[in-house]
């Protein structure tokens, strides 16, 4: 069985180096993070899945307990020990109904410390969730509307069935005016707010219930029926409820509104991969500038951000090799223009690496596709970096 995967949030690095030390020295089990502060924890937390994550707590409504409560919303497979030099029956039980697992009292005692890990590791249902698939979350969004987002997912997650990288579900999270049944020609049953309110009902097993199958072969949620009831959603109901999709498919196709609500910027920090869509035009580039600083800003780790664009024409004044070297960025692909079957494909339901005829489009998405899926396409064979003319009235150099 794998290792048994341990973060530590606390703020004191004593405390940190003394659960370091000693619990790696328990067979079986490894620090994989630790962090002094909550707001870095949680990331890590989000990103790294541990199995078990020992937090600090100081009082009643402080940030510790709510990072308990959180994490045990998120991702209730992950076992949660508080630790707490307040021995106040309020603050254990509040922290046991937050979701943890132990109450460990500080200055921590050792041997104590060893059962606790020592019972998650002998868990008999730690083998069956560690065995769980986790498929790849990769979402596709921009600050500039129009540029070709819901295009993109929706061939994306078509292209990664054709190309036998199922199973995929693909998920409308423009929640307020998403549009991706009606690219698919789709009348589903159920919304993405029917499944996030009954998130703690389903399990892997059964969400491929609430989704709608495309001819595709795609499964397909889309945005709810109503604003309100895109409205009621919160955050972390979405987190738990990309966590269940990402145990039942290989992949999980995200489609966001443009800009940064709450919610997109929740579903972007889960994501392994999140494509920025622009296009070679002075508006479209000055809002994925801005984009980038934002994500600069939100610490989001640059190795998940892919520069993706879309109706590329190389007869275009604006050249890729400058917009990446006053970025900063590489350019991961650049999808054809090709409106007449995009468009064709729109408005039959029929993404353009589903129709019958072949297009440089659909072959472009479908390389795409091989590539995202580790399938050893050559990396872009014109990235080399070129110095920026006009361009630099645009961008400043990024600083890291
Ligand atoms: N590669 C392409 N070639 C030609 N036209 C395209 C291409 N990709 C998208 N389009 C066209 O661009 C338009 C906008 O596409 P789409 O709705 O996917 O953009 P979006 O970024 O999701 O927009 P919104 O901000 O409304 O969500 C559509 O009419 C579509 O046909
Ligand atoms: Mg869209």
């Known amino acids: 069985m794998k290792n048994l995967r341990i973060i530590v949030i606390d703020s004191d690095d004593l405390t940190r180096k003394t659960i370091r030390t000693h619990v790696s020295g328990i067979a079986g089990v490894e620090i994989i993070g630790e962090s002094s502060d909550t707001t870095t924890g949680h990331r890590m937390i989000r990103q790294q899945k541990p199995d078990l ?15 308990a409560g959180d994490v045990h919303q998120e991702s209730p497979q992950t076992a949660i020990f508080v630790t707490s030099a307040h021995k106040n029956p309020d603050i254990i039980l509040k922290a046991m109904s937050s979701g943890a697992k132990e109450f ?40 500039k509307g129009g540029v070709g987002t819901t295009t993109l997912a929706t061939n994306t997650a078509a292209g990664l069935v054709k190309e036998g990288f199922g199973p995929v579900g693909l998920v409308d999270l423009d929640l307020q005016l998403g549009n991706v049944a009606s690219f ?12 996030v309110a009954q998130i703690e009902k389903v399990s892997p097993e059964t969400v491929d219930s609430f989704m709608a199958r495309h001819a595709s072969g795609i499964s397909v949620l889309p945005e709810p029926r109503t604003p309100a009831e895109a409205e009621a959603i919160t955050p972390q109901q979405l987190t738990r409820a990309l966590e269940v999709l990402r145990s039942s498919y290989n992949f999980v196709v995200i489609d966001t509104p443009k800009g940064f609500d709450e919610r997109t910027l929740e579903v972007l920090d889960c994501s392994d991969d999140i494509f920025v869509v622009s296009e070679l035009s002075l508006p479209a580039l000055r809002n994925l500038k801005k984009c980038l600083d934002v994500f600069h800003d939100l610490q989001i780790n640059k190795d ?7 109706r590329y024409d190389p007869r275009g004044v604006i050249r890729v090799e400058d917009v990446q070297s006053n970025l900063g ?11 007449l079957r995009v468009m064709n494909g729109i408005n039959t339901g029929t993404p353009v690496v589903t ?14 596709c091989r590539k995202l899926a580790g399938k050893g396409e050559e990396e872009f064979s014109d990235a080399a970096r070129g110095r920026g003319g006009y361009l630099k009235r645009l961008f400043g150099k990024r600083e890291d």
């Open 355 to 368: 129709a019958p005829e072949e297009s440089e489009a659909a072959k472009s998405i479908l390389q795409f």
């Open 304 to 310: 998940r951000i892919r520069i993706v664009i879309n």
């Open 329 to 339: 960025f590489e350019v991961y692909w650049k999808f054809p223009n090709d409106f």
């Open 184 to 195: 698919l020609d789709l009348s589903p049953k159920y919304t993405v707010y029917d499944l």
């Open 104 to 143: 460990l009292l500080r200055p921590i005692e050792l041997h104590v410390l060893t059962k606790a890990v020592e019972k998650i590791l002998r868990d008999p249902a730690r083998g069956e969730e560690r065995g769980r698939l986790r498929g790849r979350l990769i979402t596709f969004f921009s600050n």
């Open 53 to 67: 994550v020992v937090i600090e707590v100081g009082g009643l409504d402080d940030a510790g307990m709510r990072l």
